[in-house]
């Protein structure tokens, strides 16, 4: 079974320790940004037909730039920094629990 949007903010919100309010929030500490990078990754990764307006709007954003940037940074990180890396491994660890839970 294929993970579902608030299945994606659930592992993310897990892995990071971070609620999905304060995810879906205004607020842009290092941490909720990582935490969105890979909610924009994951959502990419179940969803690769939708548009990045449509991945915007899953995030809760309006302009298609910030899905671009963030889905960017996402490949960027994902190599370059241990902790958004790990961060993306426990959260894809966490959506295949769940999978195998349903």
Not at 11 to 33: H, N
Not at 73 to 90: I, K, P, V
């Amino acid at each position: 079974m294929a993970p579902t949007l608030n299945g994606i903010f659930e592992a993310v919100s897990l892995a990071s320790g971070i609620p999905v309010a304060a995810i879906r929030g205004r607020r842009k500490t290092k941490a909720v940004a990582y935490a969105r990078f890979v909610i924009v990754y994951l959502v990419h990764q179940a969803f690769p037909w939708w548009s990045l307006a449509e991945l915007a709007a899953a995030i809760g954003r309006t302009d298609h730039g910030t899905a671009l940037h963030a889905l960017g940074r996402a490949r960027t990180l994902q190599h370059r920094d241990r902790a958004f890396s790990e961060l993306l491994a426990r959260a894809e660890a966490g959506l295949m629990e769940e999978q195998r839970a349903d």
